[in-house]
């Protein structure tokens, strides 16, 4: 009977080196196998015959030991090895892998699976899908706002080529030097028009009231100057040196000419001019009395204080029905210059929709006292949808070292209405941007420009890359970087427990525990590394010696069967 058992003894020995043998074949096999892990194989004992049973000492005699025979071997366990394996950059966007613990989740077919291998792939939707399955990888989303949606998880959809965005500009950073040895401001500049009539005789001066179709030179020709429908062109009017854009007002109480204003007496036609030339009649310095005016008949244009202010208009500035039979109506003198140290800058700004918006930004010195120096800002912009350019004005204070205080009504506002974007467009200047404040030093002229802001225009998906966090983050054509997910991964409190599905893909069992969904580098979990794979964890030195004891064992346990089978073949040769 021993030796038939002998021959099942190495029967076990032959089957769990045979399975050591399998084991090590899948992991070479599986060698260049992304995100692989390799398995290793335990034997345990079977089983022992006691021959016989141990005895304990008495006074006569010692104890005995069992005397057991062992019934061979069989496998203990097979157990998956989660150590990171080696990580090989790719260069390709869409490729990622953990170095640490956890799992990427993929949903396929409405089942949760979990899987190593990040080689992912954009389908023809831009969902994120495991090649292999087409498995949809799950992850978090973002808002309106582009800020990521914590533990609801969806499929990740990264629309490169196609989704589109821009950015309203919410502020802009200045740096240069005002020069604070420049005398302060005392006076705009002052531009007259030729004395108007309210009679063909020129023998009374219009004043704000006069109807603009009983506006008459001195020419005494009997015919006014404007008839119901004209239109009156602004162009050529400078401010600071900038050219102001065209401006049309329409004479008459309807505006049937799609002009910028319309009006009927000469205080509408002062107004205009006022609100097209940029002019704050609200502040004033000393004798200075910015605005347009009309005394004696003669209509007046004062600037704000500073050169960067000054107003000029030349003869033909002002143009009656510019498109058929274009009149001048008016000559211009310029009756002052303005003074004081001033700089003058424009920057591009953006709405909500991408639209440039220029903006004209002037600073005056205004002030000079033993605490420093005291700078006005005044803010321009042709592009308020209003007729109205100006759009902001504050105080700008320095101190005895010409270094940045304060600044009053930072704040300017662009009205954008019926341009589709959000109205109106708030705008903070911000004189201490770190890369270069303004300040207020004696030089021999003031320089000022915008080095920084932070709107776009339109801008597409180009790009994107995965951060250690798993944050996607896209690049757009415009230089914006938002983020577009998030890549989470789960960890399990015994992840030898999982079931492997073949597709580098694991599934759930009750011994691995249930996922906990984290932010990679939370919880225990690893990190994620963008552009690159996880290689298999293989060993091929250990599973070459693993192949040699298996064979080893193998052909060992195979002689013990042939020498049962040789004793065998010796005892039924004693009967014959």
């Known amino acids: 009977m021993s030796i038939s058992t002998a021959m099942f003894t190495s029967l076990t020995g032959l089957e769990t080196n045979s399975t050591l043998l399998s084991v090590s074949g899948n992991n ?5 196998t992304a995100g692989f892990k390799r398995s290793r194989v335990t034997f345990q004992t079977q089983i022992s015959r006691n021959m016989r049973a141990g005895s304990a000492p008495t006074e006569e005699l010692g104890g005995t030991n069992p005397a057991q025979v062992g019934l061979g071997a069989s496998i203990g366990s097979i157990r998956r090895d989660f150590s990171t394996g080696a990580l090989q950059p790719t260069g390709v966007n869409t490729d990622m892998a953990i170095e640490g613990a956890g799992f990427f989740m993929v949903d396929i077919n409405g089942s949760r699976q979990f899987t190593r291998d990040g080689g992912f792939t954009l389908d023809r939707d831009f969902n994120l899908v495991h090649p292999g399955t087409g498995g949809l990888v799950q992850g978090f989303g973002v808002d309106d706002e582009f800020n990521i949606v914590d533990g609801v998880l969806q499929n990740v ?9 821009a950015e309203p500009t919410t502020e802009v950073k200045f740096a240069g030097n005002l020069n604070a040895g420049g005398d302060v401001a005392t006076q705009g500049s002052i531009t007259q028009f030729a004395q108007l009539f309210s009679d063909a005789g020129a023998a009374t001066a219009a004043d704000a009231a006069t109807l ?3 506006v008459y030179d001195d020419s005494l020709s009997g015919v006014p100057l404007f ?16 050219t102001i854009p065209d401006r049309t007002f329409q004479v008459g109480a309807v505006n049937t000419t799609d002009s910028d204003a319309n009006g009927t007496t000469v205080q509408d036609l002062m107004d205009f001019y006022q609100s097209i030339l940029g002019i704050d009649p609200a502040i004033t310095s000393g004798t200075s009395t910015p605005g347009v005016t009309i005394t004696g008949g003669v209509i007046s244009i004062e600037s704000n204080l500073g050169g960067a202010n000054a107003i000029e208009m030349a003869d033909g500035s002002t143009i009656v029905n510019q ?13 002052q210059e303005a003074d004081g140290e001033s700089v003058r800058t424009t920057f591009v700004a953006y ?9 004209d930004l002037a600073l005056v010195l205004e002030a000079k006292d033993n605490t420093g120096t005291q700078w006005r800002f005044y803010a321009q912009s042709q592009d308020d949808t209003d007729l109205d350019a100006a ?21 300017i506002t662009i009205n954008r209405d019926n341009t589709g974007a959000v109205s109106p467009l708030t705008i903070d200047l911000d004189f201490t941007d770190p890369f270069g404040a303004v300040s207020a030093l004696y030089d021999v002229r003031s320089q000022l420009s915008a080095v920084s802001q932070d709107g776009s225009p339109i801008g597409t998906l180009e790009d994107f890359s995965v951060g250690a966090d798993g944050i996607i983050t896209g690049v757009f054509s415009n230089g914006l970087l938002r983020s577009l997910g998030q890549i989470p991964v789960a960890t399990f409190a015994n992840p030898e427990g999982l079931e492997e599905l073949g597709g580098n893909m694991y599934r759930l069992t009750p011994n691995s525990g249930t996922p906990v969904v984290v932010a990679p580098t939370t919880g225990g979990s690893g990190r994620i590394v963008g552009r690159a794979l996880e290689l298999s964890n293989v060993d091929l030195a250990e599973e070459f010696v693993n192949l040699i004891s298996a064979s080893t064992g193998f052909s060992a346990s195979s002689r013990v069967l042939s020498t049962s089978d040789q004793m065998i073949q010796e005892l039924l040769a004693t009967v014959r």
């Open 28 to 32: 070479i096999a599986n060698v260049n």
């Open 157 to 165: 959809t990264i629309p490169l080529g196609i989704l589109a965005i």
């Open 212 to 214: 603009l179709t009983s």
């Open 227 to 242: 008839a119901n429908g004209d239109v009156i062109t602004v162009t050529g009017a400078t401010r600071g040196g900038a």
């Open 323 to 335: 498109a058929t039979a274009p009149v001048v109506p008016f000559d211009f003198t310029q009756t």
């Open 351 to 359: 709405d909500s929709l991408g639209n440039e918006v220029l903006v």
């Open 391 to 411: 759009i902001g004005n504050g105080i700008a204070q320095f101190d005895n070292n010409g270094q940045f205080i304060a600044m009053t009504d930072r704040s």
